[in-house]
């Protein structure tokens, strides 16, 4: 049974303090693995090359500085 975003939006308005903590922490790290895991699969299927040839070309060119 699949919950609505309205359903579990109630119960988590109802979590008591520590409950909201761990729900929150819990979420925050599932949420990043997703992220993590969309930008790994991005960098593997070379979605993201064309940042590295345009990072590079400017550096070459010399429109960089240093940190």
Do not use: C, H
């Not at 409950?19 to 699969?41: A, M, P, V």
Request: proline share 1%; glycine share 2%.
């Amino acid at each position: 049974m699949e919950a609505t975003i309205e359903e579990i939006e109630k119960v988590v308005t109802q979590l008591p303090k520590d409950q909201l903590r761990k729900f929150r922490d819990w979420f925050y790290k599932y949420d990043s693995d997703i992220w993590d895991n969309q930008i790994e699969k991005d960098i593997t299927d070379g979605k993201l090359d064309f940042l590295v040839k345009e990072a590079t070309s400017e550096y070459k060119a010399g429109n960089s500085k240093k940190l």
